[in-house]
């Protein structure tokens, strides 16, 4: 009985050092740094799409890390929705709405879908991750069922990664940008009076700003609109608050007229303070008469950080943002003036830059979307060209300040831009949000399940004084059912080609204890419910039927996915170390990040790294524990049972010093036992640990 594993190695259908095309790469003299230059409007490298080429593996043995060599994460594009990945690192990289959705994570939320609460999981992700690539997959389902939801009919936000080359992904992403900070206010308003945040300035008139969510406290333009009749002057006020900015560009007036200024500074606060002309009747004067409407905020009201989308729909708006004479449209620093009673602030706020989303336009080819970002842990480390980086989805680079702002050509198209206060240290205070999961959790036993069999109830919760200290063990095993099947196409040659993979979601998830008097009963034995389509419950690898996972068919414990993944954040935090049998694709699949240190995988433990081969569950169970698994059906508590038994197996083994006879013996084993009875190849497949049935051997 033997296993098998594909060597990994590099795939994609691009390769950095391919410099084939027109585009000259240069180094500068004592420098190792990269400058392009660029010919024809060429794009670089380093902005271009990367395509996975799928493996029967899926993308477990693409090499992501030779296109990330840095300690930021990138995200993965291999499901659907993934054009978001750029707003989510721009998300992620400002520190005020990082600590707001952390936090939002550690409330009682009792949203099954919030874009908030999945916010939170993924910059948690990315923070944790170090430069290991993520993916965001439970922020980009909630995104889809949001988006098609009846209260939101917003089905041009999703994306199901097969569209025309024709799609507009900066109007797309630009659409979704206020989309997403929507959700974000409303969600967040989950206090019964929101912590305020913002420190009181001197003269501040935000009363309305510090009870609002928040989201709005950080983003919130908390205006006036000032309207004015043209016949008879009458002027009244309306309040108006708005999260983002969107830019308004100035039209060519006759010769004989002063032309607007069209720099950037005054181009946003024209947008910010925009004036407006439109028709009604006064109630004043009682006639059709034409009204001006303008927003009225003074200086220090503007808010902590500008969300801007740059409405960028025609070529004469375009080419404001092109370089000039080595000029670039966009600054780094820029100072803001608003206005109050129709009068312009003498004193301003400066601004900033921190990010920005750009859409790269290719020749033939899908356009595609990228985050620039000045990175907040990197403005202070001397090893790097600048803390400016480029994130193209999992491609991450360095760059200069220089090429972040620089627009040489048309295929770079800004769509979002973010500016932070130069004083927001001074203007924030996070104290007030809170900080930790309730770690109680693991000690309800929760199921909205409407026909639970208290005959089918495996697990304990802990009692208060078990809960888990850094360290403690615990062995965790997960089953999966398929959302979509894998797409693939044959080609002329007789080869199948893989497009995208299956989509897995997670169904079930045990947790035992690792140690102590109740070692190897669990604690969390939890079916997920799901509200969208299964395609496949995988039975005969899952154990999962039909009904299993519906809260009025299950007779099992059914848990929302959200409470799940809350509980398993909470021991990762705790500092619990995870064992199991091929953990690396489940922690993916169930899109949690849990750091080296804290997983023992018993499929690295019984591992010959000559042999290149990987023995599955079920083999090392029959040959160490001489226990027969999976005989029928996975389960997965018998399976987290049979690696926690293989780890302590291995430990013997060790302090008696004979793991090493041991481990070669079972690669003797596994290729040479022949059974008429108990016969089969056992793969250790990267997209799920299964045996594959054979003839007997004769």
């Known amino acids: 009985?033997?296993?098998?594993?594909?060597?990994?190695?590099?795939?994609?259908?691009?390769?950095?050092?391919?410099?084939?095309?027109?585009?000259?790469?240069?180094?500068?003299?004592?420098?190792?740094?990269?400058?392009?230059?660029?010919v024809d409007g060429e794009v670089p490298q380093m902005y271009r799409q990367v395509e996975i080429e799928y493996s029967k593996f899926g993308v477990e043995d693409f090499?992501?890390?030779?296109?990330?060599?840095?300690?930021?994460?990138?995200?993965?594009?291999?499901?659907?929705?993934?054009?978001?990945?750029?707003?989510?690192?721009?998300?992620?990289?400002?520190l005020p709405i990082r600590n707001v959705a952390k936090s939002h994570i550690t409330t009682k939320c009792t949203r099954e879908h919030c874009l908030l609460c999945e916010l939170g999981f993924v910059v948690r992700m990315l923070e944790d991750a170090k430069g290991t690539n993520c993916q965001s997959s439970n922020f980009c389902k909630t995104v889809g069922v949001l988006a098609l939801g009846i209260t939101s009919n917003s089905i041009e936000l999703v994306d199901y990664g097969r569209q025309d080359i024709r799609v507009d992904y900066a109007y797309r992403i630009q659409v979704f940008h206020r989309f997403l900070i929507e959700h974000l206010s409303s969600e967040g308003n989950y206090f019964a009076k929101n912590p305020p945040m913002l420190n009181t300035l001197s003269g501040s008139s935000k009363s309305r700003l510090l009870s609002a969510a928040p989201i709005t406290q950080l983003l919130g333009i908390d205006s006036k609109n000032v309207i004015t009749c043209t016949s008879c002057g009458a002027v009244r006020g309306k309040d108006n608050m708005t999260h983002l900015v969107d830019l308004t560009y100035p039209r060519k007036g006759p010769s004989n007229e002063p032309h607007p200024a069209t720099d950037f500074p005054s181009i946003l606060r024209h947008s910010l303070l925009r004036q407006i002309i439109h028709k009604a009747t006064c109630q004043q004067c009682l006639v059709p008469t034409s009204f001006t409407s303008r927003r009225s905020i003074p200086s220090r009201d503007l808010p902590p950080i500008l969300a801007i989308n740059a409405c960028i729909y025609n070529e004469e708006n375009l080419n404001l943002w092109l370089d000039v004479k080595g000029q670039t449209f966009l600054q780094t620093r820029i100072q803001l003036f608003g206005q109050a009673d129709g009068v312009d602030d003498s004193i301003g706020v400066e601004y900033v830059i921190r990010s920005l989303v750009v859409q790269i336009l290719t020749r033939d080819a899908q356009s595609h979307l990228v985050a620039i970002v000045r990175v907040p842990e990197a403005e202070r480390r001397v090893d790097l060209v600048s803390p400016w980086f480029i994130f193209n989805d999992f491609v991450v680079r360095n760059i200069s300040e220089e090429e972040a702002l620089s627009f040489p050509d048309k295929w770079k198209v800004p769509a979002i831009i973010y500016y932070e206060r130069n004083d927001l240290h001074e203007v924030l205070d996070y104290s007030g949000l809170p900080g930790s999961i309730d770690e109680t959790i693991l000690c309800h036993d929760t199921s909205i399940s409407q026909n639970r069999d208290p005959r089918l109830i495996k697990h304990e919760v802990l009692l208060p004084n078990e809960l888990p200290q850094p360290g403690s063990l615990v062995a965790i095993d997960a089953e999966f059912v398929s959302m979509q099947q894998e797409e693939t196409e044959f080609r002329s040659d007789g080869r199948k080609r893989v497009l995208r993979p299956a989509r897995l979601s997670l169904a079930r998830v045990s947790v035992l204890r690792g140690d102590g008097p109740k070692e190897g009963i669990p604690f969390i034995d939890d079916h997920i419910h799901t509200s969208e389509a299964i395609v496949d419950y995988l039975t005969e690898f899952s154990g999962i039927k039909f009904g299993d996972l519906d809260p009025h068919l299950s007779r099992h414990t059914l848990t929302p996915l959200k409470l799940v993944y809350k509980k398993l954040r909470l021991l990762v935090d705790r500092g619990c170390v995870f064992i199991g049998h091929g953990l690396s694709k489940d922690f993916r699949i169930i899109n949690i990040y849990v750091p080296p240190e804290q997983v023992i995988d018993t499929v690295d433990l019984y591992f010959l790294k000559p042999r290149q081969r990987r023995l599955s569950l079920r083999f090392l169970s029959w040959a160490v524990l001489h226990e027969h698994i999976q005989t029928d059906v996975h389960d997965s508590i018998e399976d987290a049972r049979s690696a926690l038994k293989l780890h302590k197996a291995y430990n013997d083994f060790k302090e008696a010093g004979t793991f090493d006879e041991k481990l070669d013996e079972l690669y003797t084993q596994g290729r040479l036992y022949v059974n008429p009875v108990f016969c089969y190849i056992v793969i250790f497949d990267l997209l799920r640990c299964s045996e594959l049935q054979t003839a007997p051997a004769i």
């Open 63 to 94: 090499d992501f890390g030779f296109y990330n060599k840095t300690e930021y994460s990138g995200l993965e594009t291999h499901i659907f929705n993934s054009y978001t990945n750029s707003l989510l690192q721009v998300m992620h990289y400002c």
């Open 1 to 38: 009985m033997v296993a098998f594993e594909v060597e990994r190695q590099p795939r994609s259908g691009l390769r950095f050092n391919d410099l084939s095309r027109p585009l000259k790469l240069l180094l500068q003299a004592g420098s190792s740094t990269p400058v392009f230059e660029y």
